[in-house]
C-alpha cells in the first residue's frame, strides 16, 4: 500500500485566517515533504521532516509553520497569507530521508488553496 | 549543481502512436538515482520508475519503457501504443547521493496529450 492522504481537497481562505493542512501515511515511511507547486511549474521543495524532526526548511516564509505530531503525520498550518501563495501543496513520504538519495518519495493527491 | 532538461513542453498524440519523453540530466556525482513521475488533472504524483547511475539496462513494464544513457546523460521515457488515459504531465527527476541537501530536482515537466 503506497498511499498518502491529504485532507482537505481544496480549501479557499481569507488573508486573515488560520487553518491547517493534513497529511498521513501508514507505511512505516520516517521521512515526510512538504511540497507547493504553481500551475504549470514542477513541485517546490518547502520542508522535510525525518524522524519527526525537522531536517529541512527551504527558507519557506513564517507564514507557513510544519508540524509532525508523531511518524504517521504532518501538518502545514498557514496564517496570514498571501493571494501568491494559491498553489497545489503536495505531501510525500519516503522510508527515510539522507541516506544515499536513493529513496523514492510516495505522493499524496494534494491540497489546492485559494487565497482571496 | 544538478539540473534536469525536459525540453519537451506539450506533446500532442493520436490513440495507438507511440510516444518518447526526452530528459537529459547534469550532475557532477558518480552516484544519482533518476525517476519519472505522472501527474494527471487529479494533481496526484504517480511513481513510475527508480534507475540508480550504476544501472545502465533499460527497463520495460507493460507499455512503458525507458532508456537510460549515460553518455549522452539521458534518461528517456517510451509509452507504446499510448491510451487517453496517458494524458498527464510528466516529470523526470534527479537525486543525488553527494550532496547534504538529498532533494529531487524536477524537471520542468512535458504535457502530455492524447487525443482519441
Known amino acids: 500500500d503506497t498511499e498518502v492522504t491529504q485532507t482537505p481537497k481544496h480549501l479557499v481562505m481569507g488573508m486573515t485566517n488560520k487553518k491547517s493542512l493534513k497529511c498521513e501515511q501508514h507505511?512505516?515511511?520516517?521521512?515526510m515533504y512538504w511540497y507547493k507547486q504553481k500551475a504549470k511549474k514542477p513541485p517546490e521543495l518547502m520542508f522535510v521532516?525525518?524522524?519527526?524532526?525537522?531536517?529541512i526548511n527551504e527558507s519557506v516564509p513564517s507564514r507557513f509553520s510544519p508540524e509532525c505530531p508523531n511518524s504517521s503525520l504532518l501538518n502545514l498550518h498557514l496564517h496570514a497569507l498571501q493571494p501568491e501563495d494559491s498553489a497545489l501543496y503536495l505531501c510525500?513520504?519516503?522510508?527515510?530521508?539522507?541516506?544515499?538519495?536513493?529513496?523514492?518519495?510516495?505522493f499524496g493527491p494534494g491540497t489546492r488553496l485559494l487565497v482571496l | 549543481a544538478q539540473k534536469v532538461t525536459q525540453a519537451q513542453t506539450e506533446i500532442s498524440v493520436v490513440e495507438k502512436e507511440d510516444v518518447t519523453l526526452d530528459c537529459v540530466y547534469e550532475?557532477?556525482?558518480?552516484?544519482?538515482?533518476l525517476f519519472w513521475y505522472k501527474q494527471p488533472p487529479s494533481g496526484e504524483l504517480v511513481f513510475l520508475i527508480r534507475?540508480?547511475?550504476?544501472?545502465?539496462q533499460n527497463e520495460i513494464s507493460g507499455r512503458y519503457s525507458w532508456n537510460f544513457q549515460k553518455s549522452t546523460s539521458s534518461f528517456n521515457f517510451t509509452i507504446t501504443a499510448s491510451q487517453v488515459v496517458d494524458s498527464a504531465v510528466y516529470f523526470c527527476?534527479?537525486?543525488?547521493?553527494?550532496?547534504?541537501?538529498?532533494?529531487?530536482?524536477f524537471g520542468s515537466g512535458t504535457r502530455l496529450q492524447v487525443q482519441p
Open positions: 534507475r540508480n547511475s550504476f544501472d545502465e
Open positions: 507505511m512505516g515511511h520516517r521521512a
Open positions: 510525500a513520504s519516503s522510508q527515510s530521508h539522507g541516506t544515499s538519495g536513493s529513496e523514492t518519495q510516495y
Open positions: 527527476a534527479l537525486s543525488e547521493a553527494g550532496t547534504g541537501r538529498r532533494a529531487l530536482t
Open positions: 550532475t557532477r556525482d558518480t552516484t544519482y538515482y
Open positions: 521532516y525525518s524522524y519527526e524532526k525537522l531536517s
